[in-house]
């Protein structure tokens, strides 16, 4: 095989490291230097590729890698055509609507039109509405959504959480959940027929590496 496959990890937050975990139960240690983009492994027919988790569904969908390893959510809000391989089953968080703890919505059938609704997941959150019938202004906001309806520019949020606890520290209540995600292992469609002996390989030693 002349080229290597080209596996993206999530360069840091919370699943980096049992995204690098997964890999080396699989038998594929990443041998990581500090403010390496791209990094050999143990197992010469695999490089890593060091990227934001929010791009990696990109990467994988153009095919400037073979494989990705992000959240679900990502990869439905970047709109990947992308096969999801594998689910990991770490990383495990919910995407919610949330309103103020006082608001007198209590559910999505009660939201009225033209509603501000303040989200880091503009496209997942329009694809909703939608589908509920419901026009709503989406207003894109990074990571600060809790802060939205304290300051009066939107009604509604919609984020991902795992626990709760933040939502509940910004007396916000949850009134509907679009979809549960965890990690998956994303593929590109032509890289799994041209390398798709050395995928399913891979596949069988990360599930067998899952299941120690």
Not at 46 to 54: G, K, L, P, S, T
Not at 66 to 76: C, E, P, S
Not at 152 to 180: C, H, M, P, W, Y
Request: negative net charge; contains cysteine; aromatic residues 6%.
């Amino acid at each position: 095989m002349k080229n290597k496959i080209r596996i993206a990890i999530p360069n840091k937050g919370r699943i980096k490291q049992p995204s690098m975990d997964a890999l080396a139960s699989a038998g594929i240690t990443v041998l990581e230097e500090e403010r390496t983009y791209v990094s050999k492994t143990s197992d010469p027919r695999y490089e890593a590729i060091f990227a934001r988790a929010n791009d990696i569904p990109v990467y994988v969908h153009y095919g400037a890698v073979d494989l990705g390893i992000t959240g679900h959510d990502l990869i439905q809000e970047r709109g990947a055509d992308a096969l999801e391989l594998l689910d990991f089953g770490f990383g495990k968080a919910t995407m919610v609507i949330a309103v103020p703890e006082a608001s007198t919505i209590t559910s999505v059938d009660d939201v009225p039109a033209l509603t501000r609704v303040a989200t880091e997941f503009p496209n997942i959150t329009k694809k909703y509405f939608e589908s509920m019938g419901k026009q709503v202004e989406v207003l894109e906001v990074n990571g600060t959504a809790e802060l939205a309806p304290k300051l009066g520019l939107a009604q509604i949020i919609v984020d991902i959480t795992s626990t709760g606890e933040t939502l509940r520290k910004n007396k916000l209540r949850i009134i509907d959940n679009i979809f549960d995600t965890t990690t998956r292992l994303a593929c590109n469609k032509i890289a799994y027929r041209t390398y798709e002996n050395e995928i399913t390989e891979l596949l069988d030693r990360l599930r067998g590496g899952l299941e120690q």
